[in-house]
């Protein structure tokens, strides 16, 4: 049995304690929040569970397994460090630390230990990123072009970190995992209306093959949208997550050019064919993680959404700071 210790019960522990007590073979012995009416509230659900303010309770406690890090992004790497010192394996909120130093940091100490790390990178688990994946790896679509992404909404706007660090972290770590190739660049641009923190920004993410990718992300829209657009030789796809029936749509349309003798006789052919909505299947992202994050543990295999995941993520966010430095300036990753 895993006894899971979770650190956080604010807006997305509560979905965490829930999985985890789903899965057999492993259950969730303790609760944190330095928020009292947090600690209350769990209290009030969880009557018979060690609740608790100190969080050294739970990454000293020798009952506890696997230590859940669901904080602000600040208190990530010290929480993280001494669940590991302490012999727990660990899972921890998105994005991973709050630079790429921490997260090397931990991955060393966990390799030193042989404990596992997972990022909380849930979208990777739904069934629509892994639907995408396969018609990727079945080459549908056929070389990538393009990945182009919305993911705006009337805030909720963070105290700790600007709009990049809070929304971009699900596209760059969906990116991580359907693209083959890694990023060599990336540029970004904002601007803070409400307070000193980016409240919109747009990214730019260069690839070393013909693969570009732009990402809008946003605390300041009237609606709430999330669409990304993948487009490549053979096929394009849409993928609409607010969509409740039809998520993903592929498009057989596209562009087919031949070229005869010479530049001035180019030409450009358009292909408009049939759209396809594939089935989408209707299962909680996070159920998947956490019982794949138990399966791993037991078979002590490593995670794909591992340490080493989530500081490909946080050195694309640190660039991305260092571009907004910069007036929008390409920055080498």
Request: glycine share 6%.
């Amino acid at each position: 049995m895993i006894r899971v210790g979770v650190i956080g019960y604010g807006y997305w522990g509560p979905n965490i304690v829930r999985n985890f007590n789903m899965i057999d073979g492993a259950e969730v012995a303790a609760i944190c929040d330095k928020n009292p009416l947090s600690a209350q509230r769990a209290r009030k659900n969880y009557p018979n569970l060690l609740i608790t303010e100190n969080s050294a309770e739970i990454v000293q406690s020798p009952d506890i397994d696997l230590v859940t890090v669901i904080t602000p992004v600040s208190t990530h790497y010290e929480l993280a460090k001494q669940a590991l010192l302490n012999g727990k394996h660990v899972f921890v909120e998105k994005p991973f630390t709050s630079n790429t130093k921490q997260a090397a940091e931990l991955i060393e100490i966990a390799g030193k230990k042989n404990l596992k790390i997972m990022v909380d990178h849930t979208f990777l688990f739904t069934s629509a990123v892994r639907k995408i994946k396969q018609i990727i790896e079945d080459d549908v679509l056929g070389e990538l072009y393009y990945y182009d992404s919305t993911r705006v909404n009337l805030g909720l706007f963070q105290h700790d970190v600007n709009v990049i660090w809070d929304l971009a972290p699900h596209d760059f770590s969906i990116m991580d995992y359907l693209i083959k190739e890694k990023p060599d660049a990336v540029a970004a641009s904002g601007k803070a209306h409400i307070n000193s923190k980016e409240d919109i920004a747009y990214i730019m993410v260069y690839f070393s093959k013909n693969i570009i990718a732009h990402l809008n992300v946003n605390w300041l829209s009237p609606v709430k949208l999330r669409t990304t657009l993948i487009g490549g030789e053979k096929k394009m796809l849409m993928w609409n997550d607010v969509d409740a029936d039809e998520k993903i749509k592929v498009y057989d349309r596209g562009v087919e050019i031949t070229n005869s003798e010479g530049i001035y006789n180019l030409l450009v052919n358009y292909r408009s064919g049939d759209m396809w909505a594939p089935k989408v299947d209707q299962i909680e992202a996070l159920k998947l993680e956490t019982q794949y994050f138990v399966d791993c543990i037991n078979k002590n295999e490593e995670p794909f959404n591992n340490g080493h995941a989530g500081l490909r993520v946080v050195r694309m966010l640190e660039a991305c700071d260092e571009s907004l430095k910069n007036n929008g300036r390409m920055v080498k990753l």
